[in-house]
């Protein structure tokens, strides 16, 4: 089953504002919503990336039926 697009979207944009949040006082205020941009996008690829994995090995799991 595939990860709901709405899910992955607000999961990686709440890890984006939690990252950002850690090292937003080292960076001037203009440059935290591209910060936060590259944060969530990372996040996003990320968590798909997790999701195609488990996927894969929940098919390699399955007995075969030969």
């Known amino acids: 089953m595939k990860l709901n ?11 984006g504002k939690a990252l950002l ?3 937003a006082h080292n960076y001037r205020e203009e440059e935290h ?18 999701d195609i994995l488990t996927r894969r090995m929940e098919l390699r799991l399955r007995p075969s039926i030969n």
């Open 21 to 23: 949040d850690l090292i």
């Open 5 to 15: 697009t709405r899910v992955v979207s607000d999961h990686a944009r709440a890890m």
């Open 33 to 50: 919503h591209d910060i936060w941009e590259s944060f969530t996008q990372v996040c996003k690829a990320g968590i798909e990336s997790y």
